[in-house]
């Protein structure tokens, strides 16, 4: 039986998610997160054979969580499932441990492929997007990567800047994350000289530009 914890924000996609799964002799969907936090609660005390991970996920995204969880060494396989077919994402994700990367609009029919793959030990890519983000690695590997300065980021940094950008004052930032307000100011001057940006305003552009946080 494959064991499947399912993380994504919106309820009635993950509901949906959840049905459709159901229908497998075998699989098993044991838990289910609705944010950053939670995600990595629930994986890290069940430890299931896999987990379905949107990338645009609150609190800290799906980007990170893939970092704390390969940083951990649980083992849990995660396959991305979200709607951003960016290049600069699937290679995030993989470079973080992802397993598989899918998009949502491909769910019906390679979800199940992509999770029978994984569990297998396999990688697993969309094939709607295989084509294009080879093409893509071919023609531009020798170009200037955009996300250079996102990239160089720590961890503990990108979760104090997605916290920003999603509206959290700093001693909420600080409550959160277990660091003292003097602390969370110190991340918040250091990510204003490394993204070369001014204020909040310009910390937002990231984290919107990064998918950090999602505009509906």
Not at 123 to 150: M, P, R, T, W, Y
Request: net charge negative.
């Amino acid at each position: 039986m494959i064991q499947i914890i399912i993380a994504e924000d919106h309820h009635l996609v993950r509901a949906g998610l959840k049905a459709f799964l159901q229908q497998e002799a075998d699989v098993s969907i044991v838990g289910e997160a609705s944010d950053g936090p939670e995600t990595l609660e629930i994986t890290e005390r069940l430890k299931p054979d896999i987990l379905i991970l949107d990338i645009g996920m609150p609190k800290l995204n799906g980007i990170q969580i893939l970092r704390k969880l390969t940083d951990s060494k649980l083992g849990t396989r995660v396959i991305i499932l979200t709607m951003y077919s960016d290049t600069s994402f699937i290679k995030r994700s993989f470079q973080y441990g992802a397993k598989g990367y899918l998009l949502k609009n491909s769910v019906s029919e390679e979800l199940i492929l992509a999770v029978r793959a994984v569990y297998r030990g396999e990688i697993f890519l969309s094939s709607a997007i295989s084509g294009f983000i080879l093409d893509d690695f071919l023609n531009h590997q020798d170009k200037e990567d955009l996300v250079d300065a996102f990239d160089s980021l720590s961890p503990r940094e990108v979760e104090v800047l997605q916290l920003i950008a999603e509206g959290y004052s700093n001693s909420s930032i600080a409550q959160m994350l277990f660091i003292s307000p003097k602390t969370v100011d110190k991340h918040r001057a250091n990510l204003i000289t490394k993204l070369n940006v001014h204020d909040t305003a310009g910390l937002i552009r990231v984290a919107i530009k990064n998918k950090l946080i999602l505009l509906e």
